[in-house]
């Protein structure tokens, strides 16, 4: 987790607006009014899908064609901005996979990022240099950000396992959640380099961020972001306040490739259980769940795109 995001020349410093995470109890969650959320980095985009009452679409204007355009990538950032009691606060989950995509996004949509306060990195194992081994013998490099450069940018990296507060207690970064479903058996194929040689990590546990909305049924909003959604992700945002009434997902759920497509079926049937009120399935879900998903929950499904917007009361 980062106080400011990444190398990003224009953010405010650690001795700016950016607040300072506390590792507290979880059920501490202060309510917020309301929540927008901007995907910035997706592995699709849309152009000609309509806005409705709870989505907008980048526009298209006269001149449409000659303007810079929105870049799709194997990646994912959400940006989260807050409002509570006359405050707007923002957040940037994740910055997608490459060092341009984000930034150029951003530029594209118009989006300064001078109040972003903090970013959050959620993929486990982020900070090691890693590598995925297929099946088929294919190995993926997956090297760290680069800490030096975050320091000499002066932010600051806060690394937490556990439940931590940011926004003065606005947000919640879940920190280890455990499995609880017997399907879900996480992503065997990557590897971490240490002192000791290469070691799996599996994914046997992941992360997720929880924020809490005034107003009864629609108290609960979660927004997820890399590794991936999952069941025991919206089954711990029910255990830790309390609350069963899930407002939201939005992420990726792993569910594209021959090693998980096999439980898109047992996905979907937790999925229609938890029942949000929104889905917004993106990133590592893949075409064949997200139907799927979309035929199980068609009222609450919406179709993923760079750019979209979406305003939770």
């Not at 546990?205 to 590794?227: E, H, L, N």
Request: one cysteine or more; a neutral charge.
């Amino acid at each position: 987790m980062c106080e400011i995001t990444g190398p990003f020349s224009s953010l405010p410093s650690k001795h700016g607006s950016a607040t300072h995470s506390q590792t507290i109890n979880p059920l501490h969650l202060q309510p917020v009014d309301s929540l927008d959320v901007t995907i910035v980095v997706d592995n699709a985009i849309d152009i000609l899908l309509p806005s409705d009452e709870r989505t907008k679409r980048p526009l298209l204007t006269w001149d449409w064609s000659e303007k810079r355009q929105l870049i799709a990538e194997h990646g994912y950032s959400v940006l989260l901005t807050f409002h509570r009691n006359g405050e707007d606060r923002s957040i940037l989950y994740d910055a997608g996979l490459s060092q341009e995509t984000a930034t150029h996004n951003l530029d594209v949509l118009g989006i300064d990022l001078k109040n972003v306060e903090a970013m959050v990195l959620l993929h486990p194992g982020a900070w090691r240099d890693r590598k995925i081994v297929f099946p088929s013998g294919t190995e993926i490099h997956m090297p760290p950000p680069s800490r030096k450069l975050l320091e000499d940018e002066e932010v600051q990296v806060l690394e937490e396992r556990g439940p931590t507060l940011l926004l003065n207690g606005s947000v919640l970064v879940s920190g280890q959640v455990e499995r609880v479903t017997s399907f879900e058996k996480g992503f065997p194929f990557q590897q971490a380099t240490t002192a000791r040689g290469n070691r799996t990590l599996g994914y046997g546990m992941t992360k997720a961020s929880y924020a809490t909305c005034r107003g009864g049924a629609w108290s609960w909003f979660q927004a997820v972001a890399i590794p991936w959604l999952s069941m025991f992700s919206g089954r711990n945002a029910q255990r830790v306040t309390g609350v069963e009434k899930i407002r939201g997902f939005i992420g990726g759920l792993h569910l594209t490739g021959k090693t998980f497509e096999k439980i898109i079926p047992e996905t979907v049937e937790e999925l229609k259980k938890i029942r949000p009120d929104v889905i917004v399935p993106g990133h590592c879900t893949g075409w064949r769940a997200a139907h799927q998903i979309s035929r199980a929950l068609p009222q609450a499904y919406v179709q993923t795109s760079i750019g979209t917007h979406m305003l939770f009361h």
